[in-house]
């Protein structure tokens, strides 16, 4: 496979509607459409053969993070202008990477049918709002919509910094500036440092994935700041508990007591199959800060969340089964398919309440 017939699959992902192109070293090239993974009629893919590929997008720091055993997350353009968030990991035959395709433009807050609490909770002047989801969630999707949101109905200076900038935002009512890391900042931690010296009243933090940049948040929030992050995690508790773990053990108590002060909600997103219309639907778990809440955060009680969550649908809270069972409900999704991602079958499928 040369760059050529790598264009031409990449194509082939646009043609068919395609979410990915996976490449694994000794198979065949890989499309996912919707949830279905589709092997494709081409040849088996040598660890040579990504390897050359690789040499056409990657930079020496990139290779380096590669050596290290730490992933490596790029954007690639293809001849055409269309844009792939590119992964590229190690693995026991060689690396593996992974095209996931982006959209051409931003979509809104109705296009990704988003529920209308994740709007709320860009409405803080200051705090921390926390955006989860693993690779493929459209979490990056969802956080571009909400900072076009802050962008279009605020008047704002807004810094992003990611890696690697995925979606161009032109400057609205809002003043915004995006760094990227590595091109712009050396690290997430210095990027967030220098919007709030700049005067930032909103940032975004595109990856966190370390305590340096957790510290620098927090105190772009205690100046003032609202700080909008990601991070890599499938329910609301991971990605509290993630949050923790980023720090030793005997640091934890500081940091969750400073987190619950700070914390304004926590949106974990996933994407499942709709039942006629085609395409995926997101599935939101949002979680929003209350005393209670915040208490079972600082004692590190997170077992106690999902039960909190839950008794605070008033409020805009939801678990994931009862975002589940609005779907199925509404004739969004079929019953077989919410009870493949449903924590309590039994109650999400019982339709009642």
Sequence with gaps: MDRSQLEDLLASVIRTEGNSLHLLPDHVPFVRVGDNVVPTDMDRVSPQVIADLMRDFLFEDHRQQLERGEEVEVLYSTSGGQRFRTMVMRQCRGFAVVFHR???????????????????????????????GFFGS???????????RINQEGAFHIHTIEKPIEFIHYSSQSLVHQREVGAHVDSMAEGVRDAYRQGAEVVVVDGLTDAETLFAMFEAVERGCFVLATLNASNVVGAITDVAKLVPPDDRPLVLSRLSKLLRGVAAQSLINRSHAGGRV????????TRAIAQAIRDGEFDELPELIRRGRGLGMQTSDQALRSLLVHNVIAPDEAAYHAVDREWVLSRQG
């Design 282 to 289: 997101p599935v939101f778990e949002v979680m929003i800060r």
């Design 102 to 132: 982006m959209p051409d433009q931003i979509p809104t807050f109705e296009e990704l049918g988003l529920p209308p609490v994740l709007s709320s909770l860009t409405g803080f002047q200051r705090g921390i709002v926390l955006l989860t």
């Design 138 to 148: 459209g979490k990056s999707t969802t956080l571009a919509s909400l900072v076009q």
